[in-house]
């Protein structure tokens, strides 16, 4: 099982006129792809050899994992030959009021199985963040920050609520905007998660969010300065075959975002 963790310092919307489309529900299925924009991070593979989109080596940074060829994932199932290949990937937005330093630290009682850029011992130090979503770290420019963990056990939501999978986009949607999400934050998350559930061939999707303490036990991320304004949650889905009962979940009241915004969202598979 595998919770996701990913810091994005990009308010950008992926889709808006004039904007290649997203390449959602490509993200680790081999496939090159072409003429859209990758949802998380996009690998271009040359003869056997890894880069960014920029032309730069790409770094997945495998800290803290197996030993991995530098050029991984170019040459297995995930990118087997050459081409754009989208990644998955999930996230925390920040957005500071003004030119911030900021440090994003992640605590796991698993580990972080990939990351980019590297994600170094204790944390993301001398993180330039400017007001427009861009960063600076260590000399490079990105505009956001990934990692991946991987974990073996979680405390599951007694609550939830049962989702046919064909109303999961509205349903969610919904569901988005009350724990805080803005539209284009909304767009990602459904643009990486709909394909993943909807591939599962489920009539029913099971829909939580995991408690506080549950996911500060398996994903506890500090910021530095601390936001005036933090929304995070982990999302637990489980598809279902047959329709059953269960507590209904209560969703917190709707977060009003102000000053220092950082917005952290995770998802759970639980097959």
């Known amino acids: 099982m595998q919770t996701f963790g990913y810091s994005t310092i990009t308010p950008k919307p992926k889709i808006s006129p004039g904007n290649q ?8 299925k081999g496939i090159a ?25 790409f770094d997945f940074g495998y800290k803290n994992s197996i030993n991995l060829s530098p050029d991984f994932p170019c040459g297995t199932v995930l990118a087997p030959g050459n081409g754009t290949y989208c990644i998955g990937k999930p996230v925390i937005y920040l957005y500071p009021t003004k030119q911030t330093v900021v440090s994003v630290a992640v605590k796991t009682p698993g580990r972080i199985v990939i990351s980019n850029p590297t994600y170094p011992t204790g944390s993301w130090q001398n993180i330039l963040a400017e007001p427009d979503g861009t960063f600076t770290y ?21 609550q ?3 989702i046919p999978t064909s109303k999961l986009s509205i349903r969610l949607a919904a569901i988005l905007d009350r724990l805080g999400l803005i539209a284009h934050e909304k767009q990602e998350f459904l643009g ?7 591939q599962l061939h489920a009539p029913y999707i099971q829909f939580s969010i995991l408690t506080a303490n ?14 005036d304004t933090q929304i995070a949650f982990i999302a637990y889905f489980k598809p279902v075959f047959t329709r059953y009962n269960l507590p209904e979940l209560q969703l917190p009241p ?7 915004v950082s917005v952290e969202w995770g998802g759970i598979l639980d097959r």
């Open 21 to 28: 489309a997203t390449c959602a529900g490509a993200e680790d």
């Open 33 to 57: 792809v072409t003429g859209c924009t990758c949802l998380g991070p996009a690998v271009v593979c040359k003869n056997g050899k890894a880069y960014n989109i920029n032309g730069a080596p």
């Open 138 to 158: 260590n000399g490079h420019q990105y505009s956001e920050l990934f990692y991946e963990s991987l974990i073996h056990t979680f405390q599951k939501p007694a």
């Open 160 to 162: 939830g609520i049962i």
């Open 192 to 198: 990486f998660w709909l394909p993943k559930l909807q």
């Open 214 to 227: 549950a996911k500060n036990q398996i994903d506890a991320v500090t910021i530095t300065p601390k936001p």
């Open 254 to 260: 709707k977060p009003h975002r102000k000053g220092f």
